[in-house]
């Protein structure tokens, strides 16, 4: 690693020598240890929003078994609503990476938390009125959620991390530490969700209920984060590169980042699964097993997972993060294959899908991946986009989550699903099984297969000593 520092015109400067210990692009601290409760605090803002998601992946069975809409509609409106959510992502990257306030560029973002959970409050407590206009209101309210709320605070996410420590060491102990806090929360939050369905969810009144209940503590614990960590100090060469670059050059940045779009297209697939399995166990569990109750062992044994993730700083420094996310993979699509082979056995239902939930391991370990992909990006262009690069992943997750919800509404109208029959059509129940097992089984190995394209990791000691001399892709030796 270079003892020298880039100065603001690009030279070299040999008379300023870099700290032992020091990020090489910011000359800042990076000792191992974290302040005081940091991951804890850091993942508050991620209950918050895990739970977030864990309510309104229920969106669909509410708006079809309650509501009433049909399932095709519903499906065709929520991924109208993710496409342009999608596209809400870049404009927030852009947005943030221009942002200077005296709370820093990431961390004011973090209050778009409340009017997050007040909305999702709203959605669920849906006025009797002519189906035209309460798909319109779901539409409304579903799109300000997701495309304004939701997309600001996950756009800033790995940006507000890069800028509160540094270091991929500190990064990996965060986010592995983070994601057994938010798995195990969710899981609470799912362990609860389908007792509380099967209860509150058939009396009037009883959703909104429901979504207050997580909402009110939630939006308060949410906001811990944005309260007790500050952003770093700045690296001075973040204000010239802003103001060098206009949306043309941005946009030029990011897509010469070839790392950012094989990952997203990972975190895609990845939504795809996770919503379409959270959307799905209801009606699997209501009409093939006969006990929507009995979800809540899914996410019971969903518990057990966040100690596998306590072993991913191990990993980055021996296997490599992305073996282990290989490991998660197969072992997802060893689950899927479980519940493939008994979908009415409840045990081995049970245990294929706490297998399956290792598809989790892409999105819990994103912010490490694209903190990774943010320094290639700065190593290839020469120019630093880390939130606009950070939005490609977060338009990917959007449309992963909208196409879950398409894929499912229309499956199931086609196949004649009708949400106020107590019992479903054979071909109902076949496409039930299959959602649940052949779809999330195909596109886990299909995760499996575009991992291997993902190859920035190897390099990025030689790219990080790179960027401490002030070299880029164009004057490098590295090739990648």
């Known amino acids: 690693m270079s003892d020298t520092r880039t100065g603001t015109a690009g030279a070299a400067e040999p008379s300023e020598v870099n700290v032992a210990g020091a990020d090489p692009q910011t000359a800042l601290p990076t000792s191992r240890k974290l302040p005081p409760f940091f991951s804890l605090r850091f993942s508050t803002r991620g209950f918050a929003l895990a739970v977030n998601v864990v309510v309104m992946l229920q969106l669909t069975f509410y708006a079809t078994d309650i509501v009433g809409l049909a399932p095709a509609l519903v499906g065709g409106l929520f991924l109208a609503a993710k496409i342009f959510d999608g596209i809400t992502d870049l404009v927030a990257g852009f947005v943030i990476d221009r942002t200077h306030t005296r709370w820093g560029k990431a961390r004011p973002y973090e209050l778009f938390l409340i009017p997050l959970w007040l909305l999702t409050i709203a959605i669920f407590s849906t006025p009797e009125m002519k189906t035209f206009w309460q798909a319109t209101y779901l539409f409304v309210l579903y799109a300000l959620i997701n495309s304004v709320c939701a997309t600001f605070l996950n756009a800033s996410e790995a940006v507000y991390l890069k800028r509160s420590i540094r270091g991929d060491v500190q990064y990996a102990k965060v986010l592995s530490r983070q994601g057994v806090f938010i798995i195990l929360v969710a899981a609470i939050a799912s ?51 802003e103001e060098r670059l206009g949306f043309k050059g941005t946009v030029r940045a990011v897509f010469e980042n070839k790392f950012v779009f094989i990952f997203s297209a990972i975190v895609l697939l990845a939504n795809i699964v996770i919503g379409a399995n959270a959307i799905v166990g209801a009606y699997f569990f209501k009409y093939i097993l006969g006990d929507l109750g009995l979800l809540s062992l899914v996410s019971l ?70 903190i990774q992909a943010m320094t290639y990006g700065e ?102």
């Open 191 to 241: 362990i609860m969700l389908p007792q509380l369905m099967a209860s509150w969810g058939t009396q009037p009144g009883g959703w909104t209920l429901i979504a207050a209940v997580y909402g009110i503590p939630l939006m308060l614990v949410g906001l811990i984060r944005f309260f007790t960590i500050k952003e770093l100090p700045e690296d001075e060469t973040d204000h010239v590169t």
């Open 301 to 370: 044994g969903g518990i057990i997972i966040p100690l596998v993730y306590l072993m991913f700083p191990v990993a980055v420094r021996t296997i490599g993060a992305m073996n282990f996310v290989r490991i998660g993979l197969g072992l997802a699509a060893v689950g899927y294959l479980m519940v493939l082979v008994a979908p009415t056995s409840l045990p081995m239902v049970v245990i294929g899908q706490l297998l399956g939930s290792f598809t989790t391991v892409v999105t819990m370990l994103v912010g490490f991946f694209m």
């Open 379 to 480: 190593w290839k262009s020469g120019r630093r986009v880390d939130a606009v690069t950070n939005s490609i992943q977060g338009f990917a997750s959007k449309v992963g989550q909208g196409l879950a919800s398409a894929i499912v509404g229309i499956t199931m109208g086609v196949v004649g699903y009708n949400g106020l029959l107590d019992a479903q059509s054979t071909e109902a129940s076949g496409a039930i099984i299959s959602l649940y097992s052949v779809m999330p089984l195909i596109v886990t190995v299909a995760m499996f297969a575009l991992s291997y394209l993902y190859k920035v990791e190897k390099h990025l000691p030689a790219i990080q000593e790179d960027l401490a001399a002030g070299v880029h892709s164009d004057t490098s030796t590295i090739k990648i």
